[in-house]
């Protein structure tokens, strides 16, 4: 198939030993069958869980001289790939960007502008002494990789990326490090396949590893450090060991949120607490839940505190066969994450972050579908209009009852039948410069009166030019 003097390699292992001499190899760790645990160093000799005991293997022929492992994870070192971060002249004088060559005026433009990253560097100044020390952000989330043909299966890849390098840099794809692969949705016990992640982290931290400087031509000790994670909602749960369901489900109020049952779910309100004392909507009840809102807002929990919090309680350990009811005393806490081992972690300002991708995306699809009053995709529903009325708030939104039957007017904020379709034609009309948008304009289904098949950048871009104008 190829040239006779092509440089590919012949096969699949002689490809692999190109891959361990570029530092890009990895290695394969047993894990239990019910995620208990990994066969990792002390526990490496083991042919059972000690704490389900599963066996390590799957029974097969009595002549197979190979064992099969029930379940393996891969796990990808990270101290070869930093250190390949400072074999290339170009790469190792970028490391220093946010140092030299960031422009410091109160902007927003990178991670080094915010005051998690200054207080870190306030908490911890030997490590920031050294600008080509490594702040690593990490993120997590599963995919099926199998698209249609098998809905229950996940893959859960953890990734770290290099917060040094300059804003157009740090979030491409060449710089994004996996680090750990897990064949299955983890749930909680996602801190048993952090175990080699975490010991790794913790030796970068206490004694790093000697690094050749290409642009400086020595040899340094360079060290990392993990400044905060990335995930959505249910993600956040798992990484930070509070659950985001039920009544408790805020990890910043913890146990002072403001939630309740409307609308057939809970909903979380109390927003108003954190505007400041003087503001005018503190005084407005009707235009929210029918009450004035004098409340402070809720504290805020020090790293410190948590942590003390935290080693003040029991939780069972991890794997599928261990049963999940939480007393009453740990409230939301399913878990203490492992991150808690890294020495720096609860000094931190900032541990946790909820990625803008599928807020962005939940915020259009609300917002567009209540204005649209599209069906399945509104706010704006029978039971919400019947929780108005058992509130006593906003008279003009209550079902309209005729003749023993009640009826749903279509709401102020939404558009009639004639104003949604001159405002799609709209849309579709639109067209944008070459990269700035995907085209909208296919995604626009007029007649039907809805959208179909927008990214997440389109509805970053729907909403903020699109929907302004169009409305």
């Not at 645990?37 to 389900?52: G, R």
């Not at 402070?296 to 599928?320: C, M, T, V, Y």
């Amino acid at each position: 198939m190829l040239p006779t003097d092509n440089c590919l390699p012949k096969d699949h292992k002689q490809a692999q030993k190109v891959l361990n001499g570029l530092g890009l190899g990895y290695e394969k760790i047993h894990a239990c069958k019910n995620n208990c645990m990994l066969f990792y160093k002390e526990h490496e000799s083991l042919d059972t869980c000690p704490i389900c005991n599963e066996s390590r293997f799957k029974m097969t022929s009595q002549n197979r001289t190979t064992k099969i492992p029930q379940k393996v994870m891969r796990y990808l070192p990270l101290k070869p790939r930093l250190q390949r971060l400072y074999m290339s002249t170009h790469t190792a004088t970028d490391m220093r960007w946010y140092q030299e060559k960031r422009v410091d005026d109160d902007v927003m433009r990178h991670p080094a502008d915010g005051e998690a990253w200054k207080e870190f560097d306030r908490t911890f100044p030997e490590f920031a002494a050294d600008p080509r020390n490594v702040r690593l952000g990490l993120a997590t989330d599963g995919f099926n990789p199998y698209g249609v043909l098998n809905q229950h299966h996940s893959t859960w890849p953890i990734f770290v990326f290099p917060y040094n390098l300059p804003p157009w840099k740090c979030m491409k794809k060449e710089y994004m490090m996996m680090t750990v692969l897990i064949t299955e949705d983890p749930g909680r016990s996602i801190d048993v396949y952090l175990r080699p992640l975490v010991d790794e982290l913790k030796d970068l931290w206490t004694n790093g590893v000697r690094t050749y400087d290409k642009s400086t031509g020595k040899m340094f000790t360079l060290r990392a450090a993990v400044m905060w994670t990335v995930n959505d909602f249910p993600a956040y749960a798992m990484v930070s060991g509070w659950s985001t369901k039920g009544y408790m489900a805020c990890p910043v109020c913890k146990e002072d949120v403001t939630s309740g049952w409307h609308a057939g779910k809970v909903c979380y309100l109390g927003h108003r607490r954190w505007l400041p004392w003087d503001h005018e909507w503190r005084e407005k009840d009707k235009e929210f839940d029918g009450n004035t809102e004098r409340r402070l807002r809720p504290r805020e929990w020090s790293g410190d505190e948590i942590l003390d919090q935290l080693n003040r309680l029991d939780f069972a350990p991890f794997g599928k066969t261990v049963s999940r009811i939480r007393p009453s005393t740990h409230m939301n806490w399913t878990h203490k994450p492992m991150f808690f081992e890294l020495p720096y972690w609860s000094k931190l300002k900032l541990r946790h972050n909820l990625d803008v991708m599928h807020v962005e995306k939940n915020v259009f699809d609300t917002l567009v579908g209540t204005i649209l009053d599209i069906e399945g995709k509104t706010k704006d529903t029978i039971k919400a209009r019947l929780d108005l009325e058992r509130m006593g708030i906003r008279r003009g939104l209550w079902m309209n009852r005729d003749n023993d039957k009640a009826r749903r007017d279509l709401a102020f904020f939404s558009m009639k039948p004639n104003d949604k379709k001159e405002f799609l034609k709209f849309v579709s009309s639109v067209k944008f410069p070459d990269g700035y948008a995907s085209n909208i304009a296919r995604c626009v289904n007029v007649d039907g009166g809805k959208f179909t098949g927008l990214k997440s950048h389109d509805c970053h871009v729907f909403m903020q030019r699109l929907l302004p104008v169009g409305i």
